[in-house]
């Protein structure tokens, strides 16, 4: 049986990319900076309003699967697309970044999940997600093999808007328990968090998960505090180790009594910072899985965030591993 | 009715764009730099093997027409895509640039073309077509109206190879030149000219076509020549006014007795010259319909090129009326 560093599990989308300007966000009544969820018919009156775009696979952990896989470390995925043309889009590119991907597809209908994503000039992103054929992600989905033969799984909490993938998480996390891996979850956002705040204390106060990563706002939503030290310090009580990071200011490490601060990179133009958190988690888990110490793998998460953030869309355009090495902070 | 600037006509194309190393091309026997045409066992055969890509609409002609759109003028576009994902995407990308775009989509199969594109590290482009539902354009998709009020309608090679595009084609530029208009043609590809060398010529020197567009390797395929100068002149006796582009060289025009050297604008960093022929033609067409001297319409459509190879895909990111007024072209 082939052995996974990181089998990730999320909501398969591809996104669709513009820029925009402020105001259109304000008149379309879009959240700045999060994951708005939308049904087919808003979907619709979004895309007719929409300027001219690119499209690219994205989905969250897909993202994290894609980088961990580009740095070198052998990654798996679950996820659920329909088969249709975004469908075949998304199942060859995670594929070509050499992430094993088998979840049958549905059949049609919903259609695969879009998310319409604004970049306004700042860099920032604000998504509008149609969850599609995502919504049928179950715990039959979950392949039992890939879960008992992985260091670490990683999901998204994203995967709790869904109705049923909650279960194949619960699932592929007594798998991975049993097997000897750890279980990871991204908070996702702070909405999200907002939503599903008791559900993901008890997954972390109950050890279903052992790392949790998170942003500085996802953090402040959980604990429901603005500051942010208090809501460090509760987070490392309720799990073994985490990643919280904010931004420019770069993220902070915590696992029982220690504590890392580590340096985002300089970056020369921030373009999209679609994928940053997917690509820090990518970057960080590389360097878990091969051992590192935590200051190494915060520094290899803020190098996969630093470059992913000066170019559009979340996936990886250059080799991880290549910039690992040029960065000197892996050997050739 | 509406008026046009610009009508455009082509293969309506959603490009999926991947780096790939030179040897990729030669194992694969992808013909550097050129449109290859591909059949559907081709296609999958070389999606399989190509690296994680982008989307994005494409299609010489409909690039030049979003490029035209993106200068300010006015601008409509025949071309045929499936009621599919894709067509959908390609439906969205042209209107959401301001083109009128209405030529109904075939029911589904053969499925909406797409072209997958090689970007190699010099930053050349391989192009390996899929033609899917451009093959069923014909001369029932013309609309009358839009053709008869259109000032200049411009058309691409490439529709040679589609079995009865040409006769879109001509029934276009009967009605453009019975209402005063302007009929142009993009010589596309050398291998495209070397497959409908008679045609195009009898195009020219029938009077069916008044402006050509070409770059210095379809040329001299025209006139089977190796001497630029030679095929320049060849050219200057065939048509009434000709744009020819070479490259970092810039591009000649020549119109009667008339001729005019256009440099190339300088360029920070090459990264993919796909669409580079394509905004050259929109930039000048943009500055012919405003009545233009021939030196600023080249050196509008230097500006239109030379921003679209400095980033990936062929459709602009920028606005290029905001770039004309940048460079002192035109006035805000």
Redesign the interface.
């Known amino acids: 049986m082939t052995k996974y560093d990181v089998l990730t599990i999320g909501n398969a989308i591809v996104d ?1 990319i ?2 925009a300007e402020d105001d259109f966000l304000i008149e379309n009544k879009i959240i700045k900076g999060a994951m708005n969820l939308i049904d087919a018919d808003r979907a619709q009156f979004l ?1 007719d309003r ?8 994205g989905g969250s952990a897909s993202n994290t699967a ?1 980088g961990v896989a580009s740095f070198g470390s052998s990654a798996a995925y679950f996820g659920k697309v329909a088969d ?3 469908g075949e ?1 998304f199942r ?3 594929r ?2 050499g992430v094993a991907f088998d979840t049958p597809p549905l059949d049609k209908t919903p ?1 695969t999940a879009r998310s319409m994503i604004f970049v306004t000039p700042d860099g920032q992103r604000s998504m509008n997600t149609y969850l599609g054929a995502c919504v049928e992600l179950s715990p039959e989905d979950v392949e039992e093999d890939k879960a008992a033969n992985s260091a670490i799984i990683y999901f998204e909490g994203y995967l709790w808007d869904p109705p049923r993938a909650k279960n194949a998480i619960r699932k592929s996390a007594q798998i991975a328990h049993a097997n000897a891996g750890k279980v990871a979850i991204s908070l996702s956002d702070p909405f999200c968090v907002d939503r599903y705040r008791a559900e993901f204390l008890e997954l972390m106060q109950s050890g279903t998960v052992d790392i949790v990563f998170a942003n500085e706002e996802e953090l402040k939503s959980l604990y429901q505090t603005s500051d942010f030290d208090t809501a460090v310090e509760a987070l490392r009580d309720d799990t073994e180790l985490a990643a919280i990071t904010h931004g420019a200011q770069g993220s902070v490490i915590v696992r029982g009594d220690e504590s890392y601060k580590i340096e985002a990179i300089e970056i020369d133009d921030l373009v999209d910072t679609t994928g940053a958190g997917d690509l820090y988690a990518a970057g960080f888990l590389h360097g878990l899985t091969r051992g590192y110490d935590l200051e190494k793998c915060g520094n290899l998460g803020s190098l996969a965030a630093g470059i992913i953030i000066q170019q ?2 979340p ?3 250059v080799s991880m591993a290549q910039a690992a090495i040029d960065a000197g902070l892996e050997s050739a």
Request: charged share 20%; aromatic share 4%; glycine share 8%.
């Open positions: 669709i513009a820029r895309y929409m300027g001219p775009a690119i499209e690219t696979s894609a249709d043309q975004l889009i060859h590119d995670i070509a970044q259609p559009i869309g996936r990886p355009q």
